[in-house]
């Protein structure tokens, strides 16, 4: 069994849980090793690193189960996964979310983007109309088959329609039985705190910090304090990797060696350790064919 508290037992305790973003196992270990206890599948990491592309709706629902297949077969937490506009229509939400509940996701996000959608700090968005997206979570929550599996209904309106707008969306989201909410992208701390003095106390809030986007950044404490119940970092590991990854090239072709880097690195032997390779070939060898032969032939 898990000694992670399932996100909804998490999310009913006190305090706010700071959730990195991730986009394959490697990452899914060091969040793990570092103590975290809830990771985000980010769908925009996944369409950096996977494809170089901008998070513009290239990444399809087979990919993002792919890859938080792999995720889930190395780690035990808890992940929260973006499933963008559910892939579709009603019909295409509730594979999506019987999918990506059948590969381990603890919760699964949900937006009310047209197709192809993309990133919530990104200009030129469009919305479907409120009903349709009522309808999407309604057959979110129909499809899932485990009550923990949470759905987390997003809108984007701030930037389509107005903050008012924004808000009437969402609350249409939470009357459709949504398990968390997240209002993306609010661009001033007075409109954080209006989301949650409307909705804060009836469904936990979920904010998103993205270093150069809308939205001020805070700290989680900070978070917190305006009522916040979670928070998503769902593409600060890709930045710092991109941008410690591009120094080590750049010294590598500088100097022709990785000395000048090497204490930037973990070395062969210290990788090794964090990947637990001693122990998995311990594991290995209990089931050596020598351990099995037929002593009496």
Known sequence: MSEYFSLRQRLAAPGITIVPGIYDALGSV?????GYHVAYLSGA????????????GLVGMSEVAET????????????IVDGD????NALNVMRTVRLFETCGAAAIQLEDQTLPKRCGHLTGKTL????????????????????????????????????DAALERAEHYVEAGADVLFVEAPQTPSQMRAIVAQFGGRIPLMANMVEGGMTPQK????LQD?????????????????????????????????QPFRDQMLDFSELNEMLGTDNMLAIGARYDAKNFEDTHD
Do not use: C, W
């Open 128 to 163: 479907v109309p409120k009903g349709e997206m009522v309808g999407k979570i309604k057959a979110a929550l129909d499809a899932r088959r485990q009550a923990e599996t949470l759905i987390i209904a997003r809108t984007d309106g701030i930037a389509v329609e107005g903050f």
């Open 30 to 34: 060091l969040v793990q090793q570092v």
């Open 68 to 79: 938080l297949s792999a995720i889930t077969e190395r780690s035990d937490l808890p992940v």
């Open 45 to 56: 990491s996944i369409a950096y690193t996977r494809f170089g592309r901008p998070d513009i």
């Open 85 to 88: 506009t559910g892939f579709g």
């Open 219 to 222: 700290t989680a404490a900070e």
């Open 226 to 258: 305006i009522g916040y119940s979670l928070v998503i970092f769902p593409g600060g590991m890709v930045r710092a990797m991109a941008h410690s990854a591009r120094a080590y090239l750049e010294s590598l072709n500088t100097h022709g060696t990785n």
